[in-house]
């Protein structure tokens, strides 16, 4: 534990701090800079990988572009249309995901009221509604997007 009026070391706070090539690590107690993440390495936000490279499902990815599928996003105008900015279960981040389309499964909400008193219809989702014009019905034990 730190002593009362210490100050632990940081070479950073945000990722201009550490200049080309490079990346902040921020943690609370010790954040640093860190050299950027090359091609189809793990990341976890678009600034760690190296050049004009974006983080894409969780990969350095070359000649992605922002709100394209499996673009890191933090909100729904952060996405192409016909996709919406939603968690996966594999990272811990949310990117842009294909709308389910017609056929395809879906998830349907117990609590429809609730869902659109949601504070938040910007922020990332848990995960996306049926394409434009369909709905989410139950199918056997589970439910897919019909008209």
């Not at 190296?50 to 996405?79: H, K, M, P, Y």
């Not at 910007?122 to 049926?130: A, K, L, S, V, Y």
């Amino acid at each position: 534990m730190f002593q009362a009026g210490f100050v632990p070391p940081q070479d950073c706070m945000v990722d201009e701090d550490c200049g080309d090539l490079k990346y902040c690590l921020y943690e609370i107690e010790n954040s640093k800079c860190l050299p950027c993440i090359p091609t189809d390495m793990p990341c976890t936000k678009d600034e760690e990988c190296c050049s004009d490279q974006l983080c894409v499902w969780g990969q350095c990815t070359v000649n992605a572009t922002r709100g394209a599928e499996g673009s890191i996003c933090q909100g729904q105008s952060d996405c192409r249309p016909g996709l919406c900015c939603a968690f996966q279960r594999e990272l811990l981040f949310p990117v842009c995901n294909p709308r389910p389309g017609q056929g395809e499964s879906c998830l349907s909400h117990p609590n429809l009221l609730m869902d659109l008193l949601a504070w938040d219809q910007e922020g990332p989702r848990d995960h996306c509604p049926c394409a434009d014009g369909l709905q989410c019905r139950p199918h056997g034990r589970g439910s897919v997007c019909g008209e």
